[in-house]
């Protein structure tokens, strides 16, 4: 057994060290003893995940886990993180999880704490901050995607964005369509591309290489000569070859076909046209390439429904779209408009319990905040 395997099940042997509450009291409130418990279940599961995935235990730095009950000041880079961070420092690396993100739904933070696990053990494997930083920034998220499982969701997500915002499916694709030749480091790689990178690198080199690289980067091997070394690429061809295996994966998830019948449905949409838009919304569930949008053709449909005034089959495709365990597109607008479904039916009081949710859980998203604010005083704001 090598030192780090002793290490680990050493590890996971010993004594739980518990998650450190910072910004505020425990208070008598029993979901954040819940909460408690999750974390150090999936902090378990996490670190197992990591060392199975690609190899790495925690090494040099050592990890806190902090669980933040106390919200930060507005404005703050803590207060606009959406989900949880990892900070590196000198002499330690900081895990911390915002508690009002899941004391009613502890089980959305699983995948959260597998993915901050990932950026905290690799770090701490490398042993400094510079090591760490030296990484670049794509492979780094792209790995903590892998191995949460959160990538397809959120290229599904990326795909769908680009397209709303009247792009071409693979159009977010320009960080490395933009990087310098025989470079992956581009600083404006997107999480959905690093992650299509990362399965472009396990795919070509398979699991075990995958690890055996992580492994020659942990000795100091610069990234992009061993990249290239293991991949048997010259550097002119590695962006190339990455960019190719992107765009392939894409299309998998949308034809041609499903592309234009959504740009239909948005300009649909967009012009009041709901029922010929909810009718080519629909037909997209049919279509054996439109993956990558289903999910937001049923967001998309419910919403019409609700500025239709028909609630209750609004309600009914919203919550299909929850999940749980998982952290879902779309996610605060599908509250906000289920708190719209139950006003429009006479339960007001069930619709402030959603908006009031979405107040808790996102404070970083300042557009759904300032419509949730106009919601509470009971007016109607502006559709997004």
């Known amino acids: 057994m090598t030192a780090s395997c002793i290490f680990f099940c050493c590890l996971l042997a010993g004594p739980d060290v518990p998650w450190e509450l910072s910004g505020g009291r425990r208070g008598t409130d029993p979901r954040i003893s819940a909460l408690e418990r ?11 995940k990591t060392r199975r995935s690609l190899g790495l235990v925690p090494g040099k730095l050592p990890i806190r886990w902090v669980l933040r009950l106390g919200r930060p000041a507005a404005g703050t880079g803590a207060a606009k993180a959406a989900a949880g961070w990892t900070e590196v420092g000198e002499d330690e690396v900081v895990v911390t999880i915002p508690a009002w993100r899941y004391l009613g739904f502890p089980a959305k933070v699983r995948r959260v704490v597998v993915h901050e696990t990932v950026h905290a053990v690799m770090a701490s494997k490398l042993g400094t901050r510079a090591a760490y930083r030296a990484l670049p920034g794509w492979f780094r998220e792209g790995a903590a995607l892998l191995v949460s499982g959160e ?3 959120r290229v599904k997500g990326r795909i769908s964005s680009t397209l709303l915002e009247g792009g071409r499916s693979g159009g977010f694709l320009s960080g490395l369509a933009g990087a310098p030749p025989g470079s992956l480091g ?7 591309e690093g992650y299509l990178a ?3 690198i396990e795919e070509r080199l398979g699991k075990s290489g ?3 690289l992580l492994a020659k980067l942990v000795s100091g091997g610069a990234f992009e000569e061993t990249l290239g070394k293991l991949i048997g690429l010259t550097p002119g061809r590695v962006a190339k070859a990455a960019l190719r295996y992107c765009s392939e994966r894409i299309r998998g998830l949308i034809s041609e076909r499903s592309e234009r019948l959504f740009a239909e449905a948005i300009a649909l949409c967009s012009t009041g046209r709901h029922g010929r838009a909810r009718k080519a919304l629909r037909a997209l569930g ?9 999910d937001t053709a049923v ?3 419910a919403r019409t429904l609700v500025e239709d005034g028909l609630y209750e089959e609004a309600g009914g495709l919203l919550e299909s779209l929850l999940r749980d365990g998982h952290e879902v597109p779309w996610e605060p ?9 139950r006003a429009g039916v006479g339960k007001r009081r069930e619709a402030r319990s959603f908006w009031k949710m979405v107040a808790d859980r996102f404070p970083h998203d300042s557009a759904v905040q300032a419509r949730i604010a106009v919601l509470l005083e009971g007016g109607e704001p502006r559709e997004p």
């Open 151 to 153: 990538g397809p969701g």
């Open 198 to 200: 990362v399965r472009w």
């Open 186 to 192: 581009g600083r404006r790689v997107t999480g959905a």
């Open 333 to 341: 607008e599908i509250f906000e408009q289920l708190g719209r479904c």
């Open 210 to 212: 995958l690890r055996e």
């Open 299 to 301: 967001f998309l449909q």
């Open 286 to 294: 049919a279509l054996d390439g439109s993956v990558a949008v289903r």
């Open 38 to 48: 999750e974390l150090a279940d999936s902090r378990k599961m996490a670190l197992e």
